[in-house]
Nanobody, 115 residues
């Protein structure tokens, strides 16, 4: 069955870095765009970054050059490198294939940025 497993979150101080990983259950997802989303407590889920099958990328305005999305098709894995983290980045981070598997969400990985 369809499955996404997010990992790499944790507690970091402002200015710190984390690298998130998303493992997809099937190589089929290599032909789809993949995206990272996040949802802070009490707020709606928002798009963080997206990468196409051709490795083109786009980011939410709040990223401000701090994050990089990438993918390794041989590993069925999508990454999100996050640098210069801010308290406002605190949220649960999820990955998915937008418009394809929107009803299949993993558990997400918690990112907490606090001093």
């Amino acid at each position: 069955q369809v499955q996404f497993v997010e990992s790499g979150g944790g507690l970091v101080q402002p200015g710190g870095s984390l690298r998130l990983s998303c493992l997809a259950s099937e190589s089929t997802f290599n032909i789809y765009a993949m995206a990272w989303y996040r949802q802070a407590a009490g707020k709606q889920r928002e798009l963080v970054a997206i990468i196409t099958s051709g490795h083109s990328t786009n980011y939410g305005d709040f990223v401000k050059g701090r994050f990089t999305i990438s993918r390794d098709n041989a590993k069925n894995t999508v990454y999100l490198q996050m640098n210069n983290l801010e308290p406002e980045d605190t949220a649960v981070y999820y990955c998915n294939a937008p418009g394809v598997t929107d009803d299949y969400w993993g558990q997400g990985t918690q990112v907490t940025v606090s001093s």
